[in-house]
Structures are given as structure tokens and as C-alpha cells.
């Protein structure tokens, strides 16, 4: 958490030394303006105690915060309130704002579907995926992959390297024995690939941009293939989550809640 308040401090708070109150006491307390999901409370209780501020937290990571309940507040001197204060706001809403849209999009989706689950992508801004992820599972959803080494998933992209589909098939069948552990997912872009690699024994379809209705055709594919997970990928978002989990997957794709709109964080600061 030092990386996050350098970046702002720097080697001095000029505004606050100029000013000549660092060495008064005074509060800091943090309250959203509208109801959130929050996220990072206890990474702004870290922040705040580095600086030396004594830390009272309200809120645990994933609740529901109603506007203007207070999620945390600490004390302490005024240059050390003034020190935490814009880089623990910025992390507080750009989390907790994450975390909102995930869970408002699985609460859309379960509105059609009780068990479907929200997963997001790896598509994401570099070096804040710890950080989205910790949102993401606040608002109830999980990831898809956490990168190349946690997971198996053949593109199209990997199948061009094979000169025949006999040589892909064989290749696929070794692939499945050496990672009996792993399950074998596949993206797909329409109804005929995927009958063809439920064939293959995929346990995962990733439905890449499909309509509706060829979606929905995929998904009947579970009649015969019983241990088949369907997934539906590319462009979901609030406006049509609840059409895709109409069509019966297991889970949905996303790269959305990355995208949100930062939470709105009221910060309070008071002389004592």
C-alpha cells in the first residue's frame, strides 16, 4: 500500500507544510453517497496505519453500504489525515465501484437464473488485476482466468498450427490425458463448432458473440452431453446480461465490471 500513497506524496505535502497544521490532531471518516458495494476498506485501514493514524472500521470488504453510513475513520495527526486522504479515496471508489457493478450484473442474471455465475476476463488495465479481482469476488462474482498458466483454453488461434484436423484431434486427446486435473475449455463462434467439440470431449464451451438463438442451440447440446458447461462471451454487459442468462448458461464472461463507474466516496476531514 506504500506504492499507492508515494506515487501520490512524493517527498513532501507542500500544501500542508506551508501551511504549518501537520502537527494538529484530526479525523478522517469515509461514507459513500450512494448505497455500494464496498470494497478495499481494510487496504485504506493498512494505508492509514502506516502513516501512524489510529483506525476504527465500520464495514468489512463485500457489504452492502447504505448512503452516508460511515465505513471507517481514523485519527491522528493532521499532515498524516492529509497524506491518506486522496490516494485512500481513489482506491476506495474505483474498488468499491467495481465490486457494485459485479454484483448488480449477478443479481440481473439470477433474476433468470439462480445459479448462474459472473466471471470476469483477464482483459484488464496491467498491473491492477489483485486489486479488480478482490473487487469482483466482493461483489459476488469469480475470475475466468487468472492468466495463461491456471487454465486451458483453445482458440482458434492455437488450432491454426495444425495441418490437419486429425493431427488437432490427437494432439487434443494427449492434451486432455497429461492435465487429467484440468477441465478443457474451448471457444467456439457458432452452433456447428460446438457439436463438434462436445464430440472431442470439451467439458467447456465458450460461446464467443453468438445470437440468442444459436446460443440457445448449444445449450441443448446438454441433453446428450450431460457434464457439458456452457459459457456466453463478448459485449455483456447491465444492458443485456438478463437476455443471456435467459438462454440457460452456466455462466456468464466478462470483461464489464472493469469498466465501472468509480463509486462516489463522501471524505470527511475534522480538526479534534
Known sequence: MMDILEEDIGLIDITTEGLGFGAKAAKISFAPKTEVIVCGVELVEQMCQRLGLETQCFKQCGDKVRADECVLEAYGRADAVHKVWKASQNLLEFLSGIATKTNHMLLL???????????????????????????????????????????????????????????????????????LEKKIAVEVENYEEALYFAHLGTDILQCEKMDFETLKRCVALKKNFPSLLLSATGGIGEHNIEDFAKTGVDFIVTSSPYHAKPSDIRVTIEML
Open 109 to 179: 442474471a439470477r433474476l433468470h437464473q439462480p445459479h448462474i455465475e459472473l466471471l470476469t476476463t483477464r482483459k484488464i488495465f496491467p498491473r491492477t488485476k489483485a486489486l479488480a479481482l478482490k473487487a469482483v469476488y466482493a461483489g459476488g462474482g469469480a475470475h475466468h482466468r487468472l492468466g495463461l498458466y491456471d487454465s486451458i483454453l483453445v482458440f482458434k488461434q492455437h488450432r491454426v498450427f495444425f495441418e490437419s484436423k486429425e493431427a488437432f484431434e490427437a494432439q487434443f486427446a494427449k492434451m486432455k490425458q497429461k492435465f
